[in-house]
């Protein structure tokens, strides 16, 4: 039963360039989570998303981010622009109650570190 | 809104010895899911223990335990027997009943001394 998959797990890019990072959630589970972990630091929420819906972005950056879960295939965590501010750790993790509850356990996925240079 | 505190940010412990770790949360809904994960150096997080607000007992799962005293609004992580294995940041969390997003605290990092 793979857990929850994201890649890749590295990614350098360049001031100005995008950074695309992809999230499969756990089979059956239909919600999946976006937070950001800066150096040092806990994690900080960033998206909600279900197939096709963004239930709760209130902690994405208003500018340059944003996501989407299409019906086929891994969630996608798209930030235009990268500025080295940028530079964290992404985590996705995913739930399987639907609706979920607060003792729904999220799983998260290895995380992708993002380099901006 | 909902707030977890951590105020610990570095601990050691004696391997084979018991170690706790403080958590203390703050929310104004009365049904919540108390959460602790660990992150090891390579950087993933492990889900732990899970303690539901209306809970009657104290979670265990394993070496660890979660002492949860409700009106004290604390979830402090119980890890018992320590190992070299276990020294990694660990990290609080909570949901509420709005079941989105979990609050992290700041993390503890734990070093299990030989």
């Given amino acids: 039963n793979a857990g929850v998959m994201q890649n890749p797990r590295h990614l350098v890019r360049r ?11 756990m089979k059956g589970h239909s919600h999946v989570y976006w937070y950001r972990q800066l150096p040092e630091e806990g994690l900080k929420f960033m998206v909600y998303l279900q197939k096709e819906n963004i239930i709760d972005e209130s902690g994405m950056p208003k500018e340059r ?34 609706p979920p509850r607060a003792g729904d356990t999220q799983y998260f996925g290895p995380g992708t570190r993002l380099t901006v240079l | 809104a909902q707030k977890i505190t951590q105020t610990q940010p570095g601990m050691f412990v004696q391997e084979k010895e018991a170690v ?51 009106a004290r609004k604390s979830a402090n992580l119980v890890i018992s027997a320590s190992q070299l294995g276990d020294s990694a940041m660990y990290f609080c969390a909570m949901r509420d009943t709005n079941a989105g997003k979990s609050t992290f605290g700041d993390g503890t990092t734990l070093t299990v001394k030989p």
């Fill in chain 1, 15 to 25: 001031r100005g360039q995008e950074a695309r990072l992809r999230c499969s959630p």
């Fill in chain 1, 65 to 98: 981010f944003s996501a989407e879960f299409p019906k086929e295939g891994p969630s996608i965590l798209r930030i235009q622009q990268v500025v080295r501010g940028d530079s964290a750790a992404y985590f996705c993790a995913s739930s399987k109650s639907s």
């Fill in chain 2, 20 to 70: 706790t770790l403080d958590c203390t949360y703050d929310t104004s809904d009365p049904s919540y899911g108390l959460f602790w994960y660990k992150q090891p150096s390579s950087g993933e997080m492990i889900f732990l223990i899970y303690q539901g607000s209306y809970d009657q007992q104290n979670a265990t799962e394993g070496r660890y335990s979660l002492n949860f005293q409700k």
